[in-house]
C-alpha cells in the first residue's frame, strides 16, 4: 500500500512514519505538509491512499473532491482530532472514505488504511458512536447528491434551512418564523425536494456549502422535529 501523510505536524507526521514503517505492507512514498504539496506529490509518485488531517493548518477539505477528479483510484483516510458530527459528514462527502481520530490506539490506524486500501469503509469507535448520535446514516451521504446544476430556494426556503442547520426542530422554526408547525413541514419537504435530499444530513450540508451557517454551528436536530 503507498501511503502519502498529509500534516502540517512534525510530531504527528513523525509517530504516523513510525506507525506505518512497522507495518511491512506499507509504503511511505511521501509527506506533504500542505493542500499544494499533496498536490504535487500526486502527480509525481503512484500513491494508492492519502493519511491526512485536513483541519490541520494549510490544509482544507476541499482538496479532497479536487484531486479526486485527477486520481480517482486514490483513498482518503481521514485522521483528525475530535471533530462534530457535521464535520465529518463534511469530509464523507468531500470524499472521505475512512475515519479515525489522532489519539486512536495503533491497531485502529493500522486497520483503518488496511480496510480502506481494500476498498471497505473504516470507522473508529469514537467516530463511529459520533455519528451515530447524530442519527446519521453514512451510507446515505451520497457524494453526487448535489448537482452543479442552480437550486432555486425562495428567502423562506434559505431561512428555514439556516434554522434547520442550526439544530432547530420544526416547532421551534415556526415559532420563530411566526408560521404554523404544519407551513414548516411543508417548506421542509419543499426544501429536501428541490435538493434532492432524503434526510436531514443533506439540509445541513448544504447549508454549509452555501456558508449559510459554518459547521461548528452545528446541533443537529432528529429527522422528524416537530
Known sequence: MKVIIADSNDIVRVGLRAILAADQFNEIVGEVTCDEELIEQLQNFETDLVLIDYTAPGFSIDVIPKLLVKHKHVKFVAITPEQNPSVIVEALRSGVMSYVKKDCDIPEILSSIKETGAG??????????SIQRAAIDVDDLNVDEFSCEPVLLSEREMEIIKYIAEGNTNAQIAELLHLSPHTVTTHRKNIMGKL???????IVM??????????????FAGEGGS
Open 120 to 129: 471497505k469503509k473504516f470507522f473508529c469507535g469514537q467516530i463511529l458512536e
Open 196 to 202: 434532492g435530499t432524503k434526510n436531514t444530513a443533506g
Open 206 to 219: 448544504y447549508a454549509v456549502k452555501t456558508n449559510l451557517v459554518t459547521p461548528n454551528k452545528f446541533l
